[in-house]
């Protein structure tokens, strides 16, 4: 009988466990948007976004208007490195610095929290001409360069559109820059400056409603950096219940057995 007041109270404890651990999944922190891919086969940073299902194929995308017509945002992630790229309608690619500049600027919100864009995080641009930035925000709330650049990209204009391709590390042990592991999730905002410096600039910003000046980050987009699929995680497709899902069953299972014995012990 004291075998099985012992397991009694540790059905208990591991239900108790388990149910803390179901209500403490971390959860998104923004406004539920996601972006969500993994590539095998790396983008070729020249400033083509080539047609849907070649080199941008797998990305997640997603497609709004701004004032010259509209623009699609692709992101998708390999094992190195975190992919943006955006088609923008536009009458021109603007290349002159203080007189007319067409940019892409992302803000992250790398500790996730949907607070405010604070200091350490990073922020990185890619303008025409290929002039990549690489920067953080500082004590002082402003904007600094980040000594050690790991940005690339590369501008084209195709038709009617401008295209913005680039590339920044997962991971690449500056401290002034997102360190996401498989399975984090960041933040995120997309400005674009259409002539940036002249009298008819414009700023338009992804997702809708957030503003280029507002630190505020409750309503960002979020990017999940997905595991390669033969890391064993989730996203290789592999078969079998989810973690979670098999916790359920077998604390179900659990509680099953030593309900049945109680009862079967009381008739007895």
Do not use: C
């Amino acid at each position: 009988m004291k075998s099985m007041n012992f397991i009694g109270f540790f059905l208990l404890l591991i239900t108790a466990l388990f149910t803390s651990s179901i209500w403490t999944v971390p959860v998104n922190a923004h406004s539920g948007d996601v972006f969500e891919a993994y590539t095998s086969v790396p983008p070729t940073i020249d400033g083509v976004i080539d047609e849907p299902g070649r080199e941008w194929g797998a990305a997640s995308t997603v497609t709004f208007t701004m004032p010259e017509g509209d623009a699609t945002i692709y992101v998708m992630n390999d094992r190195r490195f975190l992919y943006i790229a955006a088609k923008v309608s536009d009458n021109s690619l603007d290349e002159v610095v203080n007189v007319g500049l067409d940019i892409l600027t992302i803000d992250f919100d790398v500790r996730h929290d949907g607070e405010q864009f604070n200091v350490g995080e990073d922020t990185i641009s890619l303008g025409a001409r290929n002039r990549v930035g690489d920067g953080f925000v500082g004590p002082g709330l402003d904007i600094l360069d980040d000594q050690q650049v790991d940005v690339d990209g590369m501008v084209g204009r195709i038709g009617n559109y401008n295209h913005f391709e680039l590339l920044h590390p997962l991971d690449s042990g500056d401290a002034n820059d997102i360190a996401a592991a498989y399975g984090s999730t960041i933040g995120a905002r997309f400005i674009f400056f259409d002539e940036s410096g002249s009298d008819k600039r414009s700023i338009t910003v992804y997702p809708q409603g957030v503003s280029a000046q507002d630190a505020d980050q409750s309503n960002w987009v979020d990017i999940v950096i997905v595991a390669p699929p033969d890391d064993g995680s989730e996203s290789s497709g592999g078969s079998g219940l989810p973690v979670t899902e098999i916790g359920i069953v077998v604390v179900a299972v659990g509680w099953a057995a030593y309900i049945g014995w109680m009862i079967r012990k009381r008739r007895s």
